[in-house]
């Protein structure tokens, strides 16, 4: 059993393919198969389920699993520490969202290169919570901006704000002439959902449920953004959580935004692995964003 043999399985694991990860290795898939075959004759039992759409990991595979990304990720993330100590500089590697850079840290990110111009930022985009904590348990990244959710094995999660909800409708609506809505003001809105497999919409789901509340809905959107655009348009009533820097209730403009005091907030922050293993850059990093998110927050009360 080698360290290449664990991170080549993890990476079948998280991409369910052996072809695929083939493909990004530069290799057959033959030598993919070889370093799964050499973890199961070392563990003696399967770790992998083939299937006509491709791999799943066994249950022993499953616990292999967790435990080599959790291993693989620290040793890698302490790999670069080092490096950055011996050689200065270093960078702070971010998951999230495709909006939340614009949303959540664009005045961080302005603050943060002019106060540290050697450390470099790095962004990929993910598409939900889950994708972000399986990115951050899987890759050799830093922070991860989620919405704060249930305990998640190998992950903390620490968070920045709590996000109230709003109602977009169109100027000319009935409800956007109201300074503020009960959830019961719902029921009978033509709802533009929020993505499905978003912590958002399960959040607001569960809270419509808890509420007694239902809301038909013939759209769906892959972000906030969308959402508010087709509001605007007249497509429907967008319920989404008041970003900082938004003005609520709404401007002037054809789109208003009327305050839902009754439903819960939304709680988004970061997800790390271990707060304490992580380099003073990503530190400063987290702390920066926080404190601008809070800043603009205040700024809007």
């Known amino acids: 059993m080698t360290l290449d043999d664990l991170r080549v399985f993890v990476a079948v694991c998280r991409a369910g393919s052996l072809s695929a990860v083939a493909r990004d290795l530069g290799c057959t898939q033959s030598a993919v198969s070889q370093h799964v075959r050499r973890l199961e004759k070392q563990t003696g039992t399967g770790l992998l389920e083939r299937h006509a759409r491709g791999v799943v990991p066994t249950e022993a595979g499953r616990i292999l699993q967790a435990a080599a990304a959790d291993g693989i990720a620290g040793l890698?993330?302490?790999?670069?520490?080092?490096?950055?100590?011996?050689?200065?500089?270093?960078?702070?590697?971010?998951?999230?969202?495709?909006?939340?850079?614009?949303?959540?840290?664009?005045?961080?990110?302005?603050?943060?290169?002019?106060?540290?111009?050697?450390?470099?930022?790095?962004?990929?985009?993910?598409?939900?919570?889950?994708?972000?904590?399986?990115?951050?348990?899987?890759?050799?990244?830093?922070?991860?901006?989620?919405?704060?959710?249930?305990?998640?094995?190998?992950?903390?999660?620490?968070?920045?704000?709590?996000?109230?909800?709003?109602?977009?409708?169109g100027a000319d609506d009935p409800l956007a002439a109201r300074a503020r809505l009960d959830p019961a003001d719902l029921a009978g809105i033509r709802h533009i959902r929020l993505p499905e497999n978003s912590a958002s919409?399960?959040?607001?789901?569960a809270a419509f449920a808890d509420a007694g509340i239902r809301?038909?809905?013939?759209?769906?959107?892959?972000?906030?953004?969308?959402?508010?655009?087709?509001?605007?348009?007249?497509?429907?009533?967008?319920?989404?959580?008041?970003?900082?820097?938004?003005?609520?209730?709404?401007?002037?403009?054809?789109?208003?935004?009327?305050?839902?005091?009754a439903l819960p907030p939304l709680a988004v922050g970061w997800a790390v692995r271990r707060w304490a293993a992580l380099a003073p850059p990503a530190l400063v990093f987290a702390d920066e964003v926080a404190r601008s998110c809070r800043a603009r927050a205040a700024g809007q009360q």
Request: hydrophobic share 45%.
């Open 76 to 169: 890698d993330g302490a790999l670069r520490r080092v490096d950055e100590l011996v050689h200065g500089g270093g960078t702070v590697r971010v998951t999230t969202g495709a909006t939340t850079v614009r949303h959540f840290m664009s005045e961080a990110v302005v603050t943060f290169r002019r106060n540290h111009p050697e450390v470099s930022l790095e962004f990929q985009t993910e598409n939900s919570s889950r994708s972000c904590f399986d990115a951050l348990a899987a890759d050799d990244l830093d922070l991860a901006w989620i919405t704060i959710g249930g305990p998640v094995r190998g992950i903390e999660q620490r968070p920045v704000m709590r996000l109230p909800w709003v109602l977009a409708v």
């Open 201 to 205: 919409r399960a959040h607001l789901d």
């Open 215 to 261: 809301v038909s809905s013939d759209t769906s959107v892959a972000d906030w953004d969308t959402a508010l655009l087709l509001a605007e348009l007249g497509l429907g009533h967008a319920v989404v959580p008041a970003l900082p820097g938004w003005q609520v209730p709404g401007s002037d403009g054809p789109l208003r935004l009327v305050p839902i005091p």
